[in-house]
């Protein structure tokens, strides 16, 4: 109860000061122009291809959230600790855990709101030329919104023990990685390349696997996608950014605010 | 009942890329009564805000440990009845005064409407009833310190932790806090504050402890730490002729003419008595008269001079 009160205190006071500091307003700007910009190339160039229709906006969409999340993500404690705003906030009968899970979800909550916003502009546009839109590009949509969750759990997990530029290289090398865990997986399968197998095994096993989460192709080629599969890697998203943020917390616990 | 208390409470920072220690706390028992004022004192860089921080659990202590009405400091429960004011500036700039009480409001479980009316009183109290709705960004170092004042009053706290809460402010500012830390006394709350002015502490402290370089050096009721005893007496006289003053002037530590008025001062009660007699049988006015006792600042000195400070 108590928990829970603060958590949606602190993740309120996130959202606003998104809001506040104009932050909120630009990143829509700038999603829309992305989107509405990628389609008007597409069509001059390409004429209309369903397929690079869905790729681009998919992709844009996808493109935008993360860098959100990272660069939102990675200063999301920093900015508290710096300003000592977490000293008051911290000095009240609140949890450690509290206060990042709050964070966290403050971050998460606009995240939502942009995919929303994004997805609703891209969708109203294929609307618009097809008088429809097939399911797959939901489930695309769906799965981006977790890996952005996964990719905010990353930039916590890190910026809870180190600083906002070292959170980002970590981050953004796991944001890259993570999409070609299953290419690093091949190479390591490959005849010459026995020796560095544990190797590749232990990577595609341990590190995030975000290519599981980007179904993007496969619906912009309106490849099915069962329904099951679905949920499997909504859960495997999820668990992936739970156990990130339970680590996360364990380090915030021991922190010293100085 | 102590209502903060501390028992070997240390602290070492390692900083820079050798890990160098600076050892900020070493050891220190505290031991703060209910309802009384607390004055924590030391020159900078003492150790103060890191025991503030150690209390607050913003750092973990190296070593010892710290309770706040009974309960350890390590459990968040012990800041549900705690009010805390942070040195220097600690602001979401982007609320607005009212906001920012209301957040923190939030945070101690306050109900809304309770939360409200709240902050409305606590800004009146603090001075800045027209700067509510207005953004932190825009409010001056005066301002600031007033609501962030007004923050660690919003849960109705039965212990207030201020470190430095006169810093920076003008002389009206610091008796306005002098002041409310009283008023907070009257309630019946019990005040920790720190501060390098001397005469702050000295003026409105039931209890002070002074540290230095880490460690208390002194610790206990003001009366106490500087004894009843007189160490002088200054007396400023009118209506007196020069051949007089001459006379008076006769075993005066110093003595000082300034147009029509005459300082002097004595080492003891008697010489100081003489004079207030004789003055009066030549119908001359007597302006003021001060007894000297040993002041903080004294203490203070003699503690350098022992080498305390390092
Ligand atoms: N984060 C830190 N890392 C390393 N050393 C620190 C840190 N914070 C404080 N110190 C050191 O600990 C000692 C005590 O500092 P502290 O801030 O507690 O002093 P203070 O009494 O509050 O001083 P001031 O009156 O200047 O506020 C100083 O020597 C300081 O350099
Ligand atoms: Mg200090």
């Given at each position: ?56 906006g ?34 009240k ?26 997805s ?8 618009f ?30 910026s ?21 865990l ?77 | ?44 860089g ?17 070593a ?7 309960i ?73 310190q ?36 009283l ?23 039931d209890?002070?402890a ?32 020069a ?18 008025r ?28 001060v ?20």
């Amino acid at each position: 109860m108590r928990a829970l009160r603060n958590i949606k205190a602190v993740a309120m006071n996130t959202y606003r000061e998104a809001v506040r500091e104009k932050l909120l307003y630009t990143l829509l700007m700038f999603a829309g122009l992305m989107i509405a910009s990628s389609i008007v190339l597409v069509k001059i160039h390409l004429g209309y291809d369903e397929r690079i229709y869905y790729d681009v906006g998919l992709a844009a969409i996808a493109l935008f959230g993360s860098l959100i999340a990272i660069f939102v993500g990675i200063n999301l404690v920093y900015r508290e600790i710096n300003s000592k705003t977490i000293y008051t906030m911290l000095a009240k009968p609140m949890r450690r855990w509290e206060f990042l899970i709050g964070k966290y979800l403050g971050l998460v909550g606009l995240l939502a709101l942009e995919i929303v916003l994004m997805s609703a502009l891209f969708l109203a546009v294929v609307w618009f030329q097809k008088g429809t839109f097939p399911a797959e590009l939901l489930y695309a949509i769906v799965l981006i919104f977790v890996e952005l969750v996964l990719l905010t759990a990353i930039a916590i997990f890190f910026s809870s023990f180190t600083t906002p530029y070292l959170a980002g290289m970590f981050t953004v090398s796991l944001w890259i990685i993570g999409h070609l865990l299953a290419d690093i997986r091949e190479f390591g399968n490959l005849p010459d390349s026995e020796a560095i197998r544990p190797l590749t095994e232990a990577l595609y096993w341990g590190l995030p696997n975000l290519d599981r989460l980007d179904i993007k192709g496969l619906a912009a080629d309106g490849i099915p996608i069962t329904l099951k599969d679905l949920w499997m890697n909504i859960a495997y998203g999820l668990s992936y950014a739970s156990l990130l943020l339970f680590s996360a917390t364990q380090l915030f616990r021991v922190r010293d605010f100085r | 009942m102590a209502i903060i208390r501390t028992e070997g409470l240390s602290k070492v920072f390692r900083t820079g890329f050798t890990m160098k220690k600076v050892e900020a706390v070493k050891g220190v028992d505290l031991k703060v009564d209910a309802g009384e004022i607390y004055g924590f004192i030391g020159p900078n860089g003492a150790g103060k805000t890191s025991t503030i921080k150690m209390l607050t659990g913003l750092i973990l202590p190296t070593a010892g440990e710290a309770w706040i009405q009974d309960i350890p400091v390590s459990d968040p429960k012990c800041r549900a009845h705690l009010g805390f004011l942070p040195e220097g500036t600690f602001f979401h700039e982007y609320l607005t005064g009212r906001e920012f009480l209301d957040f923190h409001g939030q945070l101690l479980g306050i109900d809304k409407a309770t939360r409200q009316k709240r902050a409305g009183e606590l800004l009146e109290r603090v001075g800045i009833p027209h700067a509510g709705d207005m953004r932190i960004r825009s409010y001056s170092k005066g301002m600031r310190q007033r609501v962030g004042l007004a923050q660690a009053l919003i849960a109705d706290p039965e212990v207030v932790i201020l470190d430095e809460p006169m810093s920076g402010l003008d002389p009206l500012g610091r008796k306005d806090v002098r002041d409310l830390i009283l008023s907070l006394r009257d309630e019946g709350k019990t005040v920790f504050f720190s501060s390098h002015i001397l005469g702050d502490a000295e003026v409105i402290c039931d209890q002070v402890a002074i540290i230095v370089n880490g460690n208390i050096v002194h610790q206990g009721y003001i009366d106490d730490l500087l004894g009843q005893e007189v160490s002088g007496v200054e007396l400023v006289l009118e209506g007196i002729d020069a051949p007089l003053f001459e006379e008076l002037k006769v075993g005066a530590t110093r003595a000082i003419t300034q147009g029509p008025r005459f300082l002097l001062e004595f080492e003891d009660e008697a010489s100081a008595q003489r004079v207030l007699e004789r003055t009066l049988e030549a119908k001359g006015h007597v302006r003021s008269l001060v007894p000297r006792r040993r002041s903080l600042e004294d203490l203070f000195v003699e503690e350098a001079k022992k080498g305390n400070y390092a």
